[in-house]
């Protein structure tokens, strides 16, 4: 069965530092894999996708993610933390033989402090 | 362009009522699905609709949801008679055609049954 874990329920860092919110993922087959961030009293934004190619990703509001096929993960990573960053980090994979069905994991809160 | 709408953004109902919450897609997006979240848990797939036809219904939880969407448009998902632990935010998604496209969600719909 296909699966996302992101291990930390939430993530602590200075503003400045650099970030990384962790996603593994267990799919039968090559997965499209993306991450989404959720403001409060808001929907989930689309921030970065895999599909294909370059291992290193880069999306919006400065955000990247890192592609490993041999640990099955997909952290996502930002060099200097912005308080505006606080907020609810979805990772998300689709099995590429499995349809266009989306499974997320369970979330990861990103505290930044000033 | 708008973007997905979801109505009523929060609901207050007893167990063993009715509630029906409804949500808009992207003018345009031939596939919208229903999504679930639990305090804390994950957000959990429960159907996939293309136009006015079920592609994925595996996630729906038992037979007190019905989902439905007329002519392809705005989609209903009726849950009858609610249980307690049908509470949660009910996210709706809809995407574009392409099995690599990122999906755009509504604010959500919390539901809570007393």
Known sequence: AQSVAQPEDQVNVAEGNPLTVKCTYSVSGNPYLFWYVQYPNRGLQFLLKYITGDNLVKGSYGFEAEFNKSQTSFHLKKPSALVSDSALYFCAVRDRTGGFKTIFGAGTRLFVKA | EAGVTQFPSHSVI?????????????????????????????????????????????????????????????????????????????????????????????????????
């Not at chain 2, 999504?35 to 996939?48: A, D, N, P, Q, S």
């Not at chain 2, 609709?49 to 989609?75: C, H, I, W």
């Not at chain 2, 632990?85 to 539901?111: M, P």
């Open chain 2, 14 to 114: 007893e167990k063993g009522q009715t509630v029906t919450l409804r949500c808009d897609p992207i003018s345009g997006h031939d596939n919208l699905y229903w999504y679930r979240r639990v305090m804390g848990k994950e957000i959990k797939f429960l159907l996939h609709f293309v136009k006015e036809s079920k592609q994925d219904e595996s996630g729906m939880p038992n037979n007190r949801f019905l989902a439905e969407r007329t002519g392809g448009t705005y989609s209903t998902l009726k849950v009858q008679p609610a249980e307690l632990e049908d509470s949660g935010v009910y996210f709706c998604a809809s995407q574009g055609q392409g099995l690599t496209g990122e999906l755009f969600f509504g604010e959500g719909s919390r539901l809570t049954v007393l």
